[in-house]
């Protein structure tokens, strides 16, 4: 399949690097500000959880895969992410997105 509009790999990057924080992306989040707000920010989780995984099988099951399909799955798993803003709750103040373990 052609994808025209993938973006190449950048400069100085590789098609590895590029996934890699596609999905340390697609999975910060903000602190919820609430107990109330947890739920909500459980559920948004778990979907962005389930695309990295979806993104990472794709990779996996390809052993030909080069840097234009890494960019391909980082590219899509940035779009698909968007599909799940993190904006149904209320964030912690002063806390930016982060990694949580």
């Known amino acids: 399949?052609?994808?025209?509009?993938i973006?190449?790999?950048?400069?100085?990057?590789?098609g590895?690097?590029?996934l890699l924080l596609a999905i340390t992306?697609?999975?910060?989040?903000?602190?919820?500000?609430?107990?109330?707000?947890e739920t909500t920010y459980l559920r948004l989780h778990r979907a962005r959880a389930r695309l990295?995984?979806?993104?990472?099988?794709r990779i996996l099951t390809d052993?030909?895969?080069d840097d234009h399909d890494l960019?391909?799955?980082?590219d899509s798993l940035r779009n698909y992410a968007g599909d799940f803003p993190d904006d149904p709750y209320e964030h912690e103040a002063g806390h930016a997105?982060?990694?949580?373990?």
Do not use: Q, W, Y
């Open 1 to 5: 399949m052609n994808h025209p509009a």
């Open 7 to 14: 973006r190449p790999v950048p400069p100085g990057s590789s």
């Open 16 to 18: 590895v690097r590029e």
């Open 25 to 37: 992306d697609t999975l910060m989040l903000p602190k919820p500000a609430t107990l109330a707000d």
């Open 52 to 57: 990295v995984l979806f993104a990472c099988r």
């Open 63 to 65: 052993r030909e895969a």
């Open 71 to 74: 960019m391909i799955a980082a």
């Open 97 to 101: 997105a982060e990694l949580t373990p």
